[in-house]
């Protein structure tokens, strides 16, 4: 009697993924005058910060880019307390006018900032005095997106920004209703958080992006379950996916939402259609559907639970999805690929490349 042969999901790494915008971003800093100068500021002296500290050092020279790290507290003598000297940092380089972009969490992170376990700069003093030093950064040199103009824009769907409104006292405008991925004259594309941009290339590159569909549009039809609903990552990537036309199922410790910029249909009602197509922006909703529930009809699954214990049950998950893990701990069972037809077990390398694309 022969052994039945299960054929396992493919097992795809993100240095394919990564090396497309390695090319992307070299053939575009070739067109610079000069090279553009990064500043890394350290204030810890954790053993992974001075790891990804080292990585970036290492891909940007790789790339002919201009890394200067700068360390204060702990980073730089036994005296002084961890993260002390940040803000004093951040505005030096924000008035050096030499400096193009300023980097102080270092997204190349994949899990949550709020308790990062092995966190690259971040957390220096706790989430909210982290989140008052994110925002000291400027605009304009803000490679990882976290300024709150460019998550006001990413969830209002603003793509397309003139870069003197970021100097604005007043919330940005921009555009939202586009045919193409070009700026239109007079705008720039508005920056987007690292770590969810890169997860949303890794998509574009598996497939489940339609580039048949018009742009803005590109992942209709498809239904992704994010499991960790943080303002770092979670949240903006559900965002980022609802705004591409997607149904997205927002899992959180506590609550699942559905966020989908297509009109709800109500059951029965004579409303039940509307002449609008889809909204500017995604909206938000509640739903009763359970964990399991939302597994068994999800395309795409994307986890980012900063727990080791944390599992996604494999037998929940639909025949044929794509599952990405994006925590530092791997959030799905070994025997994932019997049930998902690609697995994407980390997403760090596509996420330094997109910190050096917004660069």
């Given at each position: 009697m022969s052994e039945q042969i299960v054929k396992k999901g493919l097992l795809l790494k993100?240095?394919?993924?990564?090396?497309?915008?390695?090319?992307?971003?070299?053939?575009?800093?070739?067109?610079?005058?000069?090279?553009?100068?990064l500043v890394g500021i350290l204030a810890t002296t954790s053993a992974p910060s001075k790891y990804y500290a080292e990585f970036t050092r290492r891909q940007c020279e790789e790339l002919g880019v201009e890394f200067v790290l700068k360390t204060t507290g702990a980073a730089s003598s036994p005296d002084l307390g961890e993260g002390e000297g940040v803000e004093e940092?951040?505005?030096?380089?924000?008035?050096?006018?030499s400096v193009n972009g300023i980097m102080v969490s270092l997204q190349m992170i994949e899990y949550e900032v709020e308790i990062y376990r092995a966190q690259v700069y971040f957390p220096i003093f706790g989430p909210q005095q982290d989140h008052y030093l994110q925002q000291i950064v400027s605009p304009l040199k803000d490679v990882e997106g976290l300024n709150?103009?460019?998550?006001?824009?990413?969830?209002?769907?603003?793509?397309?920004i003139k870069p003197?409104?970021?100097?604005?006292?007043v919330m940005p405008t921009g555009i939202t209703e586009v045919e193409s991925e070009e700026p239109p004259a007079g705008t720039v594309k508005s920056i987007i958080p690292c770590t969810p941009l890169a997860i949303v290339k890794c998509l574009e590159y598996v497939g489940v992006y339609n580039?048949?569909?018009?742009?803005?549009?590109?992942?209709?039809?498809?239904?992704?379950?994010?499991?960790?609903?943080s303002e770092v990552v979670g949240r903006p990537l559900?965002?980022?996916?609802?705004?591409?036309?997607?149904?997205?199922?927002?899992v959180d410790i506590d609550s699942i939402q559905e966020y989908t910029k297509r009109p709800r249909v109500v059951t029965g009602s004579d409303n039940a259609t509307s002449a609008q197509r889809y909204h500017p922006r995604h909206t938000v909703h509640p739903t009763t559907m359970t964990l399991e529930e939302c597994l068994a009809i999800s395309d795409v699954v994307i986890s980012a639970v900063p727990s080791p214990t944390y599992k996604v049950k494999t037998e929940w998950l639909k025949d044929g999805c794509v599952c990405v893990n994006v925590a530092a701990d791997k959030n799905f069972e070994k025997d994932v690929r019997d049930k998902a037809s690609i697995y994407i077990p980390a997403v760090g390398k596509v996420t330094i490349l997109m910190l050096l694309r917004n660069l």
């Amino acid at each position: 009697m022969s052994e039945q042969i299960v054929k396992k999901g493919l097992l795809l790494k993100a240095d394919a993924i990564a090396a497309t915008f390695h090319n992307e971003v070299k053939s575009s800093l070739q067109e610079c005058k000069r090279a553009p100068k990064l500043v890394g500021i350290l204030a810890t002296t954790s053993a992974p910060s001075k790891y990804y500290a080292e990585f970036t050092r290492r891909q940007c020279e790789e790339l002919g880019v201009e890394f200067v790290l700068k360390t204060t507290g702990a980073a730089s003598s036994p005296d002084l307390g961890e993260g002390e000297g940040v803000e004093e940092a951040i505005i030096e380089a924000n008035e050096d006018d030499s400096v193009n972009g300023i980097m102080v969490s270092l997204q190349m992170i994949e899990y949550e900032v709020e308790i990062y376990r092995a966190q690259v700069y971040f957390p220096i003093f706790g989430p909210q005095q982290d989140h008052y030093l994110q925002q000291i950064v400027s605009p304009l040199k803000d490679v990882e997106g976290l300024n709150f103009k460019f998550h006001y824009n990413l969830y209002h769907n603003i793509r397309f920004i003139k870069p003197q409104s970021l100097l604005a006292s007043v919330m940005p405008t921009g555009i939202t209703e586009v045919e193409s991925e070009e700026p239109p004259a007079g705008t720039v594309k508005s920056i987007i958080p690292c770590t969810p941009l890169a997860i949303v290339k890794c998509l574009e590159y598996v497939g489940v992006y339609n580039r048949i569909l018009p742009y803005g549009d590109r992942a209709y039809g498809k239904i992704i379950t994010v499991i960790n609903r943080s303002e770092v990552v979670g949240r903006p990537l559900a965002a980022l996916l609802a705004n591409d036309g997607a149904r997205v199922l927002s899992v959180d410790i506590d609550s699942i939402q559905e966020y989908t910029k297509r009109p709800r249909v109500v059951t029965g009602s004579d409303n039940a259609t509307s002449a609008q197509r889809y909204h500017p922006r995604h909206t938000v909703h509640p739903t009763t559907m359970t964990l399991e529930e939302c597994l068994a009809i999800s395309d795409v699954v994307i986890s980012a639970v900063p727990s080791p214990t944390y599992k996604v049950k494999t037998e929940w998950l639909k025949d044929g999805c794509v599952c990405v893990n994006v925590a530092a701990d791997k959030n799905f069972e070994k025997d994932v690929r019997d049930k998902a037809s690609i697995y994407i077990p980390a997403v760090g390398k596509v996420t330094i490349l997109m910190l050096l694309r917004n660069l």
